[in-house]
Nanobody
Framework: QVLLAESGGALVQAGGSLRLSCQAS????????IGWFRQAPGQRREPLAC????????YYVPSVKGRFFVSGNNAENTVYLLMNSLRPEDTGVYYC???????????????????????WGQGTQVTVSS
């Protein structure tokens, strides 16, 4: 059974940090690219960061570059999203997703991501208070 499970969401004050985890099972993790997305209340889900598990290359949308950092641990089948200098506008449900074939990550530099991903997690809530 394929499973992606996010965790680490919490209520945090503006300026604080959080580290989210995306734990994967049921597929060959190192062969996938993992993307992080956010859906703010009343908004569309938007891409944030992406990492290629095969080589560790990471890409970020401009709005989070320099504040968010994605890393992977293939031995643990886990990808992390470290978020620093959090702002109230970072509030939302955070999702991870897995993509097998192709190269979805470089497009994140321009705020772009493929519309279809192979697997999605259930999301974890992040709330940033002002």
């Amino acid at each position: 059974q394929v499973l992606l499970a996010e965790s680490g969401g919490a209520l945090v004050q503006a300026g604080g940090s959080l580290r989210l985890s995306c734990q994967a099972s049921g597929f060959t993790f190192r062969e996938y690219h993992i993307g992080w997305f956010r859906q703010a209340p009343g908004q569309r889900r938007e891409p944030l960061a992406c990492i290629s598990n095969s080589d560790g290359d990471a890409y970020y949308v401009p709005s989070v570059k320099g504040r968010f950092f994605v890393s992977g641990n293939n031995a643990e089948n886990t990808v992390y999203l470290l978020m620093n200098s959090l702002r109230p506008e970072d509030t939302g449900v955070y999702y991870c997703a897995a993509f097998e074939f192709g190269r979805p990550c470089p497009g994140f530099k321009h705020g772009l991501s493929p519309p279809e991903w192979d697997y999605w997690g259930q999301g974890t809530q992040v709330t940033v208070s002002s």
